[in-house]
């Protein structure tokens, strides 16, 4: 079976992909949208395409994905998955109506999270207990959820028909109607048991599935386990820097956590704007004593206001343009010699690094907790480990954890006793 995962973002990415590596299904992630599907196909049982559609505009961003659909269906792809940010931010309706229309078909939509506590129940989407508009992720600055209700925010973007599945409803049978089927979900064995009955009885043609990393994760058992052949030369290295260009309250209170923990702490805020670019040397210098001298150490972009020295960020322009400047901060950090790992929050800021060193191939090894993923990157020829996660994922102790990982790991030599 051939599965294709369309991300919108590169660490929902590499956190859907990771699901199937570790259990042994081959899975590779694309950064570029003109790759050739047929010959990525060809290498591995999973591609996962970084659709970057997050900030995009609806429209725009329905036509990304309606362009790859049409593309996979030529390959051909088996089953077809959307993933959706676990707090139901970006272009959810556009792009899962997207999938419907050009996959012709049912999208099999289960946007739970329960391993994170993120539940849906009746049709409304929650968030430690909290309705997701109520939540942290419905203050956000920039994408607030402002509906709670799986079918009003889809119905924000797209007028196609929403059905909810409550939790003590039989599974339909797909079929071929053009719509969207949400499903309730309160545990993974809910997930566990809609992923066994859509593979049994979803292949009259291609199967059209949605959901976050955990639905991906059930799926991925029942596919069939083919290993990636993935390298057995490297070895964590266990010098740690974490960037973060995250303004999630959650980031900001690991941050304060790991700095009690005792990481070294840097704040840079509108030194990355492209008008401060002569500043990029002093500043690369600057990281690389405070690596030097420091065995984990924090760079936070935006700092402890998540302001510019001339106020709070003005748009969403000003914070994409500082997680760009962050990604050729650190890729100048990297490109000069810099042994550790690199721990990476907030897929603003991971695309930002991708562009400014020119990542040419991802491979996910493990999770080190929930939505927290060690990988393995390629630059030139050159690998280094990095860690990567969303900015509301995570323990509160996270960068201990992944600062832990890396030091039980340094010693064991193989990629594979990482997983």
Partial sequence: ??????????????????????????????????????????????????????????????????????????????????????????????????????????????????????????????????????????????????????????????????????????????????????????????????????????????????????????????????KSGRSKEFTCEPGLLVVSGSMNPITRGQITAARSDGFAYLSLQNELLPSNSEQFPALTEKIETLCRDNACAIVEVGGESHSTLSGELKNMEEGLSLAQGSGRLIGQVIERGFRGTIAVTGGDTLRGLINAVGIQDIQPVCEIEPGVVYTIASIGGQRFGMVTKSGGLGSEHVFLNIRNFLTNNHQRGEEERCV
């Fill in 1 to 226: 079976m051939k599965l294709l995962i369309l991300a919108d973002d590169l660490t929902g990415s590499i956190d859907t992909g990771v699901q199937l590596s570790q259990i042994g299904v081959s899975t590779r992630i694309v950064t570029n949208l003109n790759t050739n599907l047929a010959a990525a196909a060809d290498a591995c049982n999973v591609v996962v395409v970084d659709t970057e559609t997050r900030h995009l505009h609806p429209q725009k961003a329905a036509e990304v994905v309606a362009c790859l659909v049409q593309k996979a269906r030529l390959v051909p792809f088996q089953m077809i998955y959307k993933k959706t940010d676990s707090a139901l931010r970006g272009n959810i309706g556009a792009e899962l109506a997207a999938l419907a229309e050009n996959g012709k078909g049912t999208v099999h939509f289960a946007p739970a999270h329960p391993t994170l506590n993120r539940l849906t129940i009746n049709g409304i989407h929650y968030i430690d207990g909290q309705p997701v508009s109520q939540s942290v992720f419905g203050k956000d600055p920039f994408e607030p959820v402002r509906h709670s209700s799986v079918r009003e925010i889809i119905g924000q973007q797209s007028g196609i028909l929403v059905h909810a599945i409550k939790e003590c409803t039989a599974f339909p049978v797909p079929g071929s109607e053009i719509q969207i089927l949400a499903y309730d979900a309160t545990t993974d064995a809910r997930l566990d048991a809609l992923a066994e009955h859509l593979l049994q009885h979803g292949f009259s043609g291609t199967l059209l599935t949605a959901g976050c990393a955990a639905f991906a994760s059930h799926l991925g058992r029942f596919l069939e386990k083919k």
